[in-house]
Antibody
Framework: QAQLVQSGAEVKKPGSSVKVSCKAS????????FSWVRQAPGQGLEWLGG????????NYAQKFQGRVTITADESTTTVYMELRSLTSEDTAVYFC??????????????WGQGTMVIVSS | DIQMTQSPSSLYASVGDRVTITCQAS??????LNWYQQKQGKAPKLLIY???SLETGVPSRFSGRRSGTDFTFTISSLQPEDFATYYC?????????FGRGTKVEVK
């Protein structure tokens, strides 16, 4: 069955960058849309952006445009999310998730386990 | 961006109760609305997609309905494992946006 496995927790300094990976297994990698969603402590869910590997560049929420880059490596079926210029407000759990339907951002039916990113001086 | 107004933010209920949560979209999203359950420390789980379709393996006590830009999520008879936080999410337009969540707590 399909599964997403994310990289481990990160502690970063303000102003630095973080890159989180999400290894996909099960299903045809290029057929799906992958999203990144974050959740700050005690808060709700926020979509940063996503990518459809067969379509090329990522799509990003305006709030994160210019600060986030989402890429996909077909050879390793891994999706990456890099967030730059980190501040304490970026402290959150970051989830990758796969869209249920082929090549569209719709229902997120498979989720990774989450990666905690702490930004602290 | 499409705003999803979800209410209530929290509610207290007992096992066996009927629970209803609503989400209102800031514009027409047709039926492009999903519902998720999230338990503490876990990833969200998809329960309902396309406003009213039950995800495979999800118990039938969960249901969803659409009326224009208003969406309703119902648990017909609350079970002990249903105490959690629930979120709506629209996918009519990018960016995908979520409601602020509803925490269902023990009365």
């Amino acid at each position: 069955q399909a599964q997403l496995v994310q990289s481990g927790a990160e502690v970063k300094k303000p102003g630095s960058s973080v890159k989180v990976s999400c290894k996909a297994s099960g299903g045809t990698f290029t057929n799906y849309a992958f999203s990144w969603v974050r959740q700050a402590p005690g808060q709700g869910l926020e979509w940063l952006g996503g990518i459809i590997p067969s379509f090329g560049p990522g799509n990003y929420a305006q709030k994160f445009q210019g600060r986030v880059t989402i890429t996909a490596d077909e050879s390793t079926t891994t999706v990456y999310m890099e967030l730059r210029s980190l501040t304490s407000e970026d402290t959150a759990v970051y989830f990758c998730a796969r869209g249920a339907d082929s090549a569209s951002f719709d229902a997120l039916d498979i989720w990774g386990q989450g990666t905690m990113v702490i930004v602290s001086s | 961006d499409i705003q999803m107004t979800q209410s209530p933010s929290s509610l207290y209920a007992s096992v066996g109760d009927r629970v209803t949560i609503t989400c209102q979209a800031s514009q027409d999203i047709t039926n492009h609305l999903n519902w998720y359950q999230q338990k503490q420390g876990k990833a969200p789980k998809l329960l309902i997609y396309d406003a009213s379709s039950l995800e495979t393996g999800v118990p039938s006590r969960f249901s969803g309905r659409r009326s224009g830009t208003d969406f309703t999520f119902t648990i017909s008879s609350l079970q002990p494992e249903d105490f959690a936080t629930y979120y709506c999410q629209q996918y009519d337009n990018i960016p995908l946006t979520f409601g602020r969540g509803t925490k269902v707590e023990v009365k």
